[in-house]
């Protein structure tokens, strides 16, 4: 499971280097092959080991043809880019999925438990205050996040 904030720079070629501590993680879960795609709710990018992405298509194929089920296969499949981490653990993010999410030079990436979020730090902490701001409407949410305890 993948989890914390980590504080990383694009490199000029457009490169990431993976926090040290998911690099031995990822060689082990998918000998560094990873699958970056642009997230379905929000203007950041998901990096994948590949057995999670597998997984996850699978389940993406398996939708409806529903206009707006082919609009998220379009989106999350038209834009998945296999990249393999490099023997110095980084990772390059194609310029078509670095203008998506806008990504210049700092970035923060997030783990997600199967997956990871890569955010323009800027825009990361513009969202993070606004979602701290808001009021939570915890009767919105399904029933076992409405009882889970923290």
């Known amino acids: 499971m993948y989890r914390g904030v980590s ?3 694009l490199d000029a070629k457009g490169r990431l280097a993976v926090p040290t501590r998911y690099r031995q993680a990822l060689q082990e879960e998918c000998g560094g092959r990873l699958v970056v795609t642009i997230a379905r709710d929000a203007r950041c990018l998901w990096m994948l080991p590949l ?3 597998e997984e996850m298509a699978a389940k993406l194929n398996n939708l409806s043809n529903e206009p707006e089920a082919e609009r998220l296969k379009r989106l999350i499949f038209g834009h998945a880019t296999d990249c393999d981490m490099d023997r110095s653990g980084r990772v390059l993010l194609t310029p078509p999925l670095r203008k998506h999410a806008g990504l210049d030079k700092n970035l923060r990436m997030l783990g997600r438990g199967n997956k990871f979020e890569i955010w323009d730090q ?8 606004e979602w701290l701001g808001a ?4 009767a919105g949410l399904p029933q076992e996040l409405q009882e889970l305890s923290l």
């Open 51 to 53: 057995p999670q992405w």
């Open 135 to 138: 009021d939570l409407n915890f």
């Open 7 to 9: 504080d990383l720079s």
């Open 122 to 129: 800027a825009l990361w902490d513009q969202r993070l205050q």
